[in-house]
C-alpha cells in the first residue's frame, strides 16, 4: 500500500479522473431526465375520457421525451468513448449540454400542453424546436472543440469526426428554420433550409472519405 502512495500521479492518470468522473455525472443526469418523464406519467383528470383518452397525452409526452433524450445520450456516449482526456473548457461545454438535457421533459410537457389547449401551437412549437436545437447545438459544440480544437479525440478518423459534427450541427440549422418558418419569416427560413442541406450533402461527402479511408487503412 505504501509503495502506491509514493507512486506519482501521471497527467494521464488525472485527465482520466477527471473524464471518468465527468461520465458518471452525465450519464445520472441523462437517467434523472428519463426519470423525470415516468414521475410525470399518470391519466388526464377527466371522468368522461376513454382510456385512450385518458393515457394518450402522458404516453406520448413520456415516449417522446424518452426518445429525445435516448438519442442525445447515445450522441453523447459516442463522444466521450473517444475522449483520452477532457480539460476545463470541454467540461463546461459538457456541464452546458446537461443542463439542457435536464429541461427536455419540461421543454415536451410545454409543448403538448400548448397543442392539447388549442391556446397558442406557435408559442408551444417554438419553445420545443429551440429546446431541441439548442441542445444539439451545444453537443456539437462539444464535439467541435474536443475533436478539432483540443484535439482530444486523436484516434477518430478526421473526415469521421466531421460527419459527426455536421451530424449535430444539421439538427438545429433545420429547428431554426422551421421556427422561421412558423412565424412567417420565409426567406430565413428558406436560406437555413439551403444551408442545412449543403451540410448534409457534406456530411455524406466526408462519410464516404472516411469508409474509403477505412478500407484503404
Avoid at 475533436?147 to 429547428?175: G, H, Q
Amino acid at each position: 500500500m505504501e509503495s502506491r502512495v509514493r507512486e506519482a500521479l501521471t497527467d494521464h492518470h488525472v485527465g482520466q479522473r477527471h473524464l471518468d468522473r465527468m461520465v458518471m455525472l452525465s450519464d445520472g443526469v441523462f437517467a434523472i431526465a428519463i426519470t423525470l418523464s415516468a414521475i410525470e406519467l399518470k391519466p388526464e383528470e377527466d371522468l368522461a375520457a376513454t382510456v385512450l383518452q385518458a393515457w394518450g397525452r402522458p404516453l406520448l409526452l413520456y415516449f417522446l421525451s424518452f426518445l429525445l433524450i435516448g438519442s442525445l445520450w447515445f450522441l453523447h456516449r459516442r463522444i466521450v468513448a473517444h475522449l483520452r482526456d477532457v480539460d476545463a473548457v470541454g467540461t463546461a461545454l459538457n456541464l452546458l449540454t446537461l443542463s439542457l438535457v435536464a429541461l427536455v421533459p419540461v421543454v415536451v410537457r410545454y409543448a403538448l400542453a400548448q397543442s392539447a389547449t388549442g391556446e397558442d401551437l406557435h408559442k408551444g412549437f417554438i419553445v420545443y424546436a429551440s429546446g431541441v436545437g439548442l441542445t444539439y447545438a451545444c453537443a456539437g459544440m462539444m464535439w467541435g472543440y474536443l475533436a478539432f480544437i483540443a484535439r482530444l479525440a486523436p484516434d477518430v478518423e478526421r473526415n469521421l469526426a466531421r460527419v459527426w459534427l455536421l451530424e449535430l450541427v444539421s439538427a438545429p440549422m433545420l429547428m431554426a428554420a422551421a421556427v422561421f418558418y412558423d412565424i412567417q419569416q420565409k426567406v430565413p427560413a428558406l436560406v437555413l433550409t439551403v444551408l442545412a442541406l449543403g451540410v448534409l450533402a457534406a456530411k455524406r461527402r466526408y462519410r464516404r472519405l472516411a469508409k474509403a479511408a477505412r478500407v484503404a487503412g
